[in-house]
């Protein structure tokens, strides 16, 4: 276990120091600036009601776990795996007495916390400009329910990262990657369209699962269901990308 | 004396027909063993195998008992090494790139890191990024971090490289000085004749693959002016004989 800690405050640090992380978590915070002004535009230009003060984050989620969450997400775990290979600084941790499945596992962790950090850091700026700038539509109710959409999307968005770790994995680029990860994530939300029966079981799809926390009637079975095949999903895509980085000659 | 480093039949073979060969090899607690061989020989194939780097055809490494392949973290735990080229994360500074690797080691800290620093002569450049380092300042942070957990075994594929004069003798001791106090073992591969000469205790020549002959560095100078004569004698040995049975 202190080996599994020493990769993952290392993994950690190597986040922290290469700016990237930072670079996605303030560019997430400009998108709360956008939409704050936007709908301060639109309710000062047109007189229209736009946002509530609890509706606001809610907004801003909708639109970043289907846009810069899981670019930043796809970015930062190609630097992890893609980025360390073409530089060979895979050997500097390698070479150390620390399995690899040790490795694998520290990487994806420190990618799922710049997740939630980011996930939390929208949260709590998207509910501080929402009750500065927004009327006051707050419940206690409604803010447990948004705190909890915010949490629970983090689920999909490391089956996401999972996916992206198999391809690092499997192609030698990073750039092909990256392109390659935009062209299925694209792939899949038009299947999500044309599909719609079999939708569920797409990891774009996935991405909105925290609807299901914002019904009035809690519904246990769909949502169950809907961790199920992310979990299925997550242990699947794992041993794959594991068994091809364990199999990688450097 | 037990072997601290056991190499048997380890094979790898590339899609291009190079690689090695059925590699058996012993190395004992206190040798500085040189691993000579011209290039493409497959010197760092081995030294890749021996790391864990990459995965054998046939054949295991054990060191200090422990499989390289079966049960790595015991392994590589009394290990320190640099292949081929010294690498480090270029956003980082070099002390910060240590205590990367330090957080693997209970017994280091960063008074330790200060230590191989002033070893290696990189005191002066701890807080830079080795994105501005030169090739030499490069190999001596990559063998800073080689020593840092103060190994047994060091495992050092073309340690010189890229170092200048003063660089070369200046590690040269460094080696003879690990090898004296600290009972460190040495592995290195090498294709300077001489620093292998002048470094090394026990001497392994390696060529298309196959281990031809391995020597103390005593006896072969005896038998021999220089270890040059004796290198070039084994490969034409060994290529009269590949081609009588070709």
């Known amino acids: 276990m202190a080996v599994f800690q020493a990769a993952l405050v290392n993994e950690l640090e190597k986040l922290y120091k290469k700016k990237k992380a930072l670079a996605a978590l303030l560019l997430s915070l400009a998108v709360i600036v956008i939409g704050q002004i936007i709908i301060v535009g639109v309710r000062s230009g047109f007189g229209l009601r736009t946002a509530g003060s609890m509706e606001f984050p809610m907004l801003v989620l909708s639109v970043v776990v289907n846009t810069i969450l899981p670019l930043f997400t796809a970015l930062v775990t190609i630097d992890s795996f893609s980025g360390e290979f073409a530089h060979n600084n895979m050997r500097i941790t390698l070479t150390r007495p620390v399995s690899r499945l040790k490795i694998f596992a520290a990487k994806i962790t420190a990618i799922s916390i710049f997740i939630l950090a980011t996930l939390l850091l929208l949260l709590f700026f998207s509910i501080m400009a929402g009750f500065i700038f927004n009327t006051n539509s707050a419940t206690l109710d409604s803010f447990v329910r948004t705190v909890f959409s915010y949490i629970v999307s983090l689920f999909p968005m490391v089956v996401l990262a999972l996916g992206i770790v198999l391809l690092t994995n499997l192609l030698k680029s990073g750039i092909s990657v990256f392109f390659v990860s935009i062209l299925i994530f694209l792939g899949l939300k038009v299947l999500g369209v044309f599909f719609s029966q079999y939708s569920s079981i797409l990891m774009t799809t996935q991405l909105d699962w925290y609807n299901l926390f914002l019904m009035k009637s809690f519904p246990l079975a769909k949502i169950m269901r809907q961790f199920l095949i992310m979990l299925g999903s997550s242990i699947m895509l794992f041993t794959a990308g594991f068994y091809l980085f364990d199999k990688k000659e450097l | 004396m037990e072997p601290i480093i056991e190499i048997k039949n380890l094979t790898k073979q590339y899609e291009n027909g190079r690689g090695i060969k059925n590699i058996n090899l012993e190395i004992s607690e206190g040798d500085i063993f040189g691993f000579l061989g011209p290039n493409g020989a497959g010197k760092t194939t ?17 060191i200090f008992g422990h499989s390289i392949t079966e ?8 290990v320190g090494c640099l292949i081929e080229i010294a690498e480090a994360y270029a956003y980082l500074s070099a002390f910060d790139n240590l205590k990367q690797l330090a957080r693997f080691y209970p017994d280091v800290d960063y008074q330790r890191i200060d230590e191989v620093l002033e070893l290696t002569g990189m005191s002066k450049y701890k807080h830079e990024k080795p994105k501005k380092f030169s090739l030499g300042m490069k190999q001596r942070l990559g063998l800073a971090a080689a020593i840092l957990s103060r190994p047994k075994v060091v495992i050092l594929d073309e340690p010189l490289n890229g170092l200048d004069v003063e660089g070369m003798i200046d590690i040269r001791k460094l080696i003879q000085k690990l090898a004296d106090e600290e009972k460190t073992t040495f592995f290195i591969s090498s294709h300077l004749i001489h620093d292998v000469e002048l470094t090394c205790n026990r001497i392994g020549v390696i060529y298309n693959g196959e281990i031809l002959n391995v020597e103390s560095t005593k006896t072969i100078l005896r038998n021999y002016a220089t270890l040059e004569n004796y290198f070039v004698s084994e490969v034409e040995r060994n290529g009269r004989l590949s081609s009588s049975v070709g």
Request: hydrophobic residues 40%; charged residues 30%; proline residues 4%.
């Open chain 2, 71 to 78: 049960d790595y973290e015991r392994a590589m735990a009394k």
């Open chain 2, 46 to 62: 081995a030294m890749k195998l021996m790391t864990g780097l990459i995965h054998p055809d046939y054949g295991d490494v054990k």
